[in-house]
């Protein structure tokens, strides 16, 4: 999502555009929050069927593969940390002092309590090199876009729809659909603001949709680009800082 999703080109596009280069638009749309590095402050809100829960992290990334995101609010759970080098994610639980990889059977579990999961901490920043992309339509201010699994590709998403508007190449809305086709998923975007040279949604708001009534709202309270950042800064002895 990658819940957590740079790149973002502003130019003028034409009304209909054959030579489109999908996969570019796509890798586009999910590294929007990152660039060559970032910084970010951001509120979570989820709302469940049974409980409210609200938190407040800074989060660091370095192009696709480094991200670290700490809890500041509340403070009983102020440290808890959640670090990704490539593929792999740790878990750092401040109040037993303990770091935890995440094992492949947990990657679909939730992100820190919300409906985004870990697999989209990893997976999201390798959309376009899973899947082969077609357009479906478009109209003067957006493309819908499908994404569909490599064969040799292990993920967990039967297709995946974008719906992006044209002119500042932000999305709209994100569709993600089970192996039997059925959209089990929609990540919708607004609140757009320019940031440098580009523009970004600095609120997403997911909803499972077998559960009615339930989402995740991610917004970006500050966010800053092209910091100086080195790859060592995303060490498993930074995650258990407090």
């Given at each position: 999502m990658r819940y957590f999703v740079i790149l973002l080109l502003v130019f003028c596009t034409p009304a209909y555009s054959?030579?489109?280069?999908?996969?570019?638009?796509?890798?586009?749309?999910?590294?929007?929050y990152m660039g060559a590095s970032s910084t970010a402050r951001m509120t979570m809100r989820v709302s469940t069927v049974h409980w409210q829960r609200t938190t407040e992290m800074d989060a660091w990334s370095l192009g696709r593969d480094h991200f670290l995101v700490r809890i500041r609010e509340p403070a009983r759970e102020r440290g808890v940390a959640t670090l990704k080098v490539g593929r792999e994610v740790w878990n750092y639980l401040h109040k037993v002092d303990r770091t935890i990889k995440i094992p492949p059977s947990m990657m679909g579990g939730a992100w820190m309590g919300s409906h985004i999961t870990n697999n989209d901490l990893v997976k999201a920043a390798h959309v376009d090199e899973d899947y082969d992309f077609t357009l479906l339509s478009e109209d003067q201010t957006s493309?819908?876009?499908?994404?569909?699994?490599?064969?040799?590709?292990?993920?967990?998403?039967?297709?995946?729809?974008?719906?992006?508007?044209?002119?500042?190449r932000v999305p709209l809305q994100i569709s993600y659909f089970d192996e039997d086709m059925i959209e089990v998923r929609r990540i919708s975007f607004d609140r757009v603001k320019k940031i440098d040279d580009r523009f970004i949604p600095l609120r997403m708001t997911v909803r499972p949709l077998e559960k009615p009534g339930e989402k995740t709202i991610l917004e970006y309270r500050e966010l800053n680009f092209n910091i100086d950042l080195k790859p060592a800064f995303f060490s498993l002895r930074n995650l258990r800082r407090r």
């Open positions: 054959s030579g489109l280069d999908l996969r570019h638009l796509v890798r586009g749309v999910e590294d929007q493309w819908t876009v499908e994404g569909t699994p490599r064969p040799d590709a292990a993920v967990i998403w039967g297709k995946i729809i974008y719906h992006i508007e044209k002119q500042r």
